[in-house]
Structure formats: C-alpha cells, structure tokens
C-alpha cells in the first residue's frame, strides 16, 4: 500500500486543519489505522485511530478536539482537528497494516507525513 498525507499547514491557536490520507493498493491487502505524530525532540505518539467499523480511540490530549472519519469506498482516512493549540505542532503520518505476501503476519506502513504548526 501506497499513503499519501495531505492538507497540513500553519494556523493560529484556535483555528482548524483538515489532514486527508488516501491509500493506493489492494484494499484486500492493507488496513488502515489512523493518525501518528511527532514533535521535536519527542517521541512518535498516537493521535486517533479508527476501525474498519468506524470504531475510534483518541488520545486523551486531543479527545474533544480531534475527529477521526474514514471513507472505505475512497480508502481514505480524515481527521478534523479544531481548537488547535501550540502543542499540537509536529509533523502527522498516517498509518497502515499491510499484509505480507505469505498473508501469516502485517507490518506498518507510514505515510510521508505532513507538517501542523500552530502559532499562538
């Protein structure tokens, strides 16, 4: 599977960004998770995830914030993030399992990343 990040960018405290990731492979092959980031000097942290089913799980510093979406016929995943803070500012990947040629195991895919910076 292929991912391609898309609508990051630079925005005051309070304001919006709209991050899309669309996959490009055999949809029978991979499965799409969600949201990563990183800020400098900082670990790789989970942002939001979501099912197949549309189950979701946040992490506690966006819940309220943040809303994880996807579209299974686009085999894309959105996430809306309103009331952005400074600590927000880092570079977002998107992420997927994909299935190994044997189809015994999965492994992560990464997306190129977009950069979020949020000036106050």
């Known amino acids: 599977v292929q991912l391609q990040a898309s609508g990051g960018g630079l925005v005051q405290a309070g304001g919006s960004l709209r991050l899309s990731c669309a996959a490009a492979g055999n949809r029978f092959s991979f499965r799409l998770k969600g949201w990563y980031r990183q800020a400098p000097g900082k670990q790789c942290e989970l942002v939001a995830t979501?099912?197949?089913?549309?189950?979701?799980n946040y992490a506690d510093s966006v819940k309220g914030r943040f809303t994880i979406s996807r579209d299974n016929a686009k085999n894309t995943v959105i996430l809306q993030m309103d009331s952005l803070k400074p600590e927000d500012t880092a570079v977002y990947y998107c992420?997927?399992?994909?299935?190994?040629?044997?189809?015994?195991?999965?492994?992560?895919?990464w997306g190129q990343g977009t950069q979020v910076t949020v000036s106050s």
């Open positions: 979501i099912t197949s089913g549309g189950s979701t």
């Open positions: 992420k997927a399992d994909q299935l190994t040629p044997s189809g015994s195991s999965w492994y992560d895919v």
